[in-house]
């Protein structure tokens, strides 16, 4: 059994896969059908998606063509960060169903506490009427778990104060020298996951030369070690690729970082600090 069917026990008891194949920033059309083909053929069964990244026909194209039976690939997509309202959620997940083309999905996340356009101003009463309706798109079986996106602790407190379904993830930026400690605490102590997405910070990592020399010690590519060390930190990676060969090579995760080399780079500053940062530390 390799990492990619490794799964996590989310606190509903779904099992998902360790890691998710990425497709941010992946065009619709030819980019993003043959991406996914690729990434399920080199063995992935876990794809992240969202509403915003207008991609979410040629991936969910892609699942049906690939042949997989449905209930062996996890899929993931988000509602819009700008709805903030019952009925929009609700009319969301089921634009971004008809998108894909499926009749649910494994998850279904709140993009973020705020519009993209609006970064940090609380949206309080807002995220509760989404939440209920997050609540009802999990009771009805559109969605096999719900969680969040971007969510600092003090926007899941807000969340915890009227759930009735706690989220069970919570998706964020996380990377080598970035892992967001105080968000990934309470997340973890509250029974949420915690998925890393840019976990290669867009290739910041990939020319550290501190992280290359950890990775040439076992032997392997600065991606394949910044990833490893994020599962090893009891994270989902999500990495994002559209060159086969990339998409192959991020699946050989099967090596252990030893217990000294992860105190290094846990304790490693900022592996990409000019990469842009969406921290949700408050």
Same mark, same amino acid.
């Not at 990619?4 to 065009?27: C, E, H, M, R, S």
């Not at 989902?236 to 290094?264: G, R």
């Given at each position: ?34 991406? *996914? $083909?690729?990434? !399920?053929? #080199?063995?992935?069964?876990?794809? +992240?998606?969202? /509403? @915003?990244?207008? %991609? &979410? ?17 996890? *899929? $993931?997509?988000? !509602?819009? #960060?700008?709805?903030?309202?019952? +009925?929009?959620? /609700? @009319?969301?997940? %089921? &634009? ?187």
């Amino acid at each position: 059994m390799t990492i990619l069917t490794d799964t996590y026990t989310l606190a509903n008891g779904v099992q998902i896969p360790k890691v998710a194949f990425g497709t941010w920033q992946i065009p619709s059309g030819d980019a993003a059908y043959n991406s *996914v $083909t690729a990434a !399920l053929k #080199a063995g992935y069964r876990h794809i +992240d998606t969202a /509403l @915003a990244y207008r %991609n &979410e026909a040629s991936v969910g194209q892609a699942i049906r063509d690939s042949g997989i039976p449905r209930d062996q690939i996890f *899929v $993931t997509t988000k !509602l819009p #960060a700008e709805t903030k309202s019952y +009925d929009g959620t /609700l @009319a969301d997940l %089921n &634009e971004s169903l008809k998108n894909l083309g499926l009749d649910y999905v494994d998850l279904y996340l709140v993009h973020a506490p705020w519009p993209w356009s609006q970064i940090g101003r609380p949206y309080d009463e807002a995220n509760l009427e989404v939440w209920q309706a997050m609540e009802e798109i999990y009771k009805n079986g559109q969605a096999k778990a719900i969680g969040v996106s971007n969510f600092a602790v003090r926007d899941l407190e807000n969340i915890f104060k009227q759930a009735t379904v706690k989220p069970m993830i919570d998706q964020i930026q996380y990377y080598l020298g970035f892992t967001e400690p105080k968000i990934t605490s309470f997340a973890e102590a509250n029974g949420l996951l915690v998925e890393a997405y840019s976990p290669l910070a867009t290739g910041g990592v990939l020319n550290n030369a501190q992280v290359q020399m950890v990775a040439d010690k076992y032997r392997v590519s600065v991606a394949q070690l910044a990833l490893r060390f994020i599962l090893q930190n009891g994270v989902l990676p999500l990495p994002k690729a559209v060159n086969p060969d990339h998409i192959q090579a991020n699946t050989q995760l099967d090596f252990e970082i030893s217990a000294a080399d992860m105190q290094k780079l846990n304790d490693m500053p900022d592996a990409a600090g000019s990469f842009w940062h969406n921290p949700t530390q408050g």
